[in-house]
Nanobody, 123 residues
Framework: VQLQASGGGLVQAGGSLRLSCAASGFRWGDYGIGWFRQAPGREREGVSYIRSGHSTSYADSVKGRFTISRDNAKNTVYLQMNNLKPEDTAIYYC??????????????????WGQGTLVTVSS
């Protein structure tokens, strides 16, 4: 099982980045994919979630700025991040799991995790 997150980098406030999460080794269609982030000194938090059926969800802090999507033909999930803010600076992780919808941002309910990609937003 492998989840490979990529696309992080350094960007100025107001800029954009697109993260990718490529998966292999498990039944892709059976799992939802979540994006989480962890900033220095802070707990990991859920950012966005997409079910296998493409329904999506966002944390209030990113709603209207981030868009999650999945390409089932490529076993890949994307997180388009626009209008980035310095407070978005964190390591971003993708994870695969089958949480109930109400627990979609509960990290310990996810089975597989990628290695993380660093996003740094300068002011």
């Amino acid at each position: 099982v492998q989840l490979q997150a990529s696309g992080g980098g350094l960007v100025q406030a107001g800029g954009s980045l697109r993260l990718s999460c490529a998966a292999s080794g498990f039944r892709w269609g059976d799992y939802g994919i979540g994006w989480f982030r962890q900033a220095p000194g802070r707990e990991r938090e859920g950012v966005s979630y997409i079910r296998s059926g493409h329904s999506t969800s966002y944390a209030d802090s990113v709603k209207g700025r981030f868009t999650i999507s999945r390409d089932n033909a490529k076993n890949t999930v994307y997180l388009q991040m626009n209008n980035l803010k310095p407070e978005d600076t964190a390591i971003y992780y993708c994870a695969a799991g089958r949480p109930v919808y109400s627990a979609r941002f509960t990290s310990n309910l996810y089975n597989y995790w990628g290695q993380g990609t660093l996003v740094t937003v300068s002011s």
